[in-house]
Each structure stands twice: as structure tokens, then as C-alpha cells.
């Protein structure tokens, strides 16, 4: 089974409005760690936002939101006001504990987004 | 935030020759550093664990003898590619993870583009 799932391979959205960008996760680690990367066309990855299990607000950073659903699995990024900037490749990702005592970290497959003008 | 700097970001070389990569966290120390290979359009695929001053965690199906790994300092970390050939052509991205809170963040460098001739 996936470990952390984006439903949506690819997603386009009008500049100035606000997008949502799926993930669902699966972990039987109580604490976990569930972040949001951007890799743009010249291939860096940028951190975005992080959201701890145990945290109980959701996670925001400027225009960047995180919708965590605990119940549902689900750690939704929400961008608001898109700028055509935006344009990139999105990763959702999640920390949890291994047997051994170190972290893992799982990336998703990824969300083409693209900010039409 | 945190810096990370990758350094070369695009290296060419002949079949049989080795390349190294150096990732280096500019603004913090990384006990413990990733080292990531992506294919065109695919997620990232973990490689190796770099822990300092220790040896490096590699993933199963990574040749550990092709793929040398130094954690020699808490901000740098190296990549050896040993004995290239065309089928190590790729994109190599390093990450160093940053403890702030409780929430451990891996930040990334800008990556390298590997192609072996």
C-alpha cells in the first residue's frame, strides 16, 4: 500500500485564485511529521510547510496552508492567490519512526501544477 | 530558514571515471544528511543515510561500493560515484535536516544533473 498518496498527477489554475493540492497518507506511527515540498523546473526542492501529528492548528506559512484532517489521513495543501511563480511540481511528503529508532522520510509522486495567466 | 548547497550542479563525465558530490549545510550543522536520485518526471528515490561521523544507511538495492557516502563534519556530506557508466546518469539532489521545535526538516540542495557518456 501507498504510504502517501496525490491523487492528482497534474492541475492547472487561473492566477489569483486559490488551489487545493491532495495527499493522503498511511502510518501506525502516533508521531509523524507530514510536509509540503515545491521543485520548480531547475530541479530544487523547496520546503514549504510542516504539519505535526500532534499539532493542533493547522499549519500555515504565507499564502501556503496546510488542511490536516487527522481522522481522514489527509494533509491537504491550499494555495491561495496563485502566481504564475507557482508553476511547478509539488511533493508531499511524511516522517515517521522506524523499529530501529530513526526517522524515515516517504515522498509522494507528486502534483504538476500549472498557473495559467 | 536553512541553506543547503550542492555542489557541482551539472558534471559530465567518461564511462569508468568517478564523480563526487558535495552537499554542505551552510547555516546549521546535519548530523544527518539524505542522498536522493530522481528520474525524469518520477518521485525521489532515497539512496543513503548519511549519518556523521558514522557509516552510511543505504537503501536496499543500493550498491553501497558504487555509491561511497563521507559524513566527515556536521555540514558536509559526499557522494562518490564510483566507476560511472551511462546507467548512473541522473539527477542526484541532497537534503540536510534541520531540528527546530521538535519538527525535523529536511532542507535541500539545488541538486546535480549527471550524465555519463
Known amino acids: 500500500a501507498q504510504k502517501i498518496t496525490q491523487t492528482q498527477p497534474g492541475m492547472f489554475v487561473q492566477e489569483k485564485e486559490a488551489v487545493t493540492l491532495d495527499c493522503t497518507y498511511d502510518?501506525?506511527?502516533?508521531?509523524?511529521?507530514l510536509f509540503w515540498y515545491k521543485q520548480p523546473s531547475s530541479g530544487e526542492m523547496i520546503f514549504l510547510i510542516y504539519?505535526?501529528?500532534?499539532?493542533?492548528q493547522n499549519a500555515t506559512e504565507g499564502r501556503y496552508s496546510l488542511n490536516f484532517q487527522k481522522a481522514r489521513k489527509s494533509a491537504n495543501l491550499v494555495i491561495s492567490a496563485s502566481q504564475l511563480g507557482d508553476s511547478a511540481m509539488y511533493f508531499c511528503?511524511?516522517?515517521?519512526?522506524?523499529?530501529?529508532?530513526?526517522?524515515?522520510?516517504?515522498f509522494g509522486t507528486g502534483t504538476r501544477l500549472k498557473v495559467l495567466a | 530558514g536553512a541553506v543547503v548547497s550542492q555542489h557541482p550542479s551539472w558534471v559530465i563525465c567518461k564511462s569508468g571515471t568517478s564523480v563526487k558530490i558535495e552537499c554542505r549545510s551552510l547555516?546549521?550543522?546535519?548530523?544527518?544528511m539524505f542522498w536522493y536520485r530522481q528520474f525524469p518526471k518520477q518521485s525521489l528515490m532515497l539512496m543513503a543515510t548519511?549519518?556523521?561521523?558514522?557509516?552510511?544507511?543505504?537503501e536496499q538495492g543500493v550498491e553501497k561500493d558504487k555509491f561511497l557516502i563521507n559524513h566527515a563534519s556536521l555540514t558536509l556530506s559526499t557522494l562518490t560515484v564510483t566507476s560511472a557508466h551511462p546507467e548512473d546518469s541522473s539527477f542526484y539532489i541532497c537534503?540536510?535536516?534541520?531540528?527546530?521545535?521538535?519538527?525535523?526538516?529536511?532542507?535541500f540542495g539545488a541538486g546535480t544533473r549527471l550524465s555519463v557518456l
Open positions: 537534503s540536510a535536516r534541520k531540528t527546530s521545535g521538535g519538527a525535523h526538516i529536511q532542507y
Open positions: 502510518t501506525s506511527d502516533p508521531s509523524y511529521g
Open positions: 504539519q505535526g501529528s500532534y499539532d493542533q
Open positions: 511528503a511524511m516522517r515517521e519512526g522506524t523499529t530501529s529508532g530513526t526517522y524515515k522520510y516517504i
Open positions: 547555516d546549521f550543522q546535519a548530523t544527518t
Open positions: 548519511s549519518n556523521e561521523g558514522s557509516k552510511a544507511t543505504y
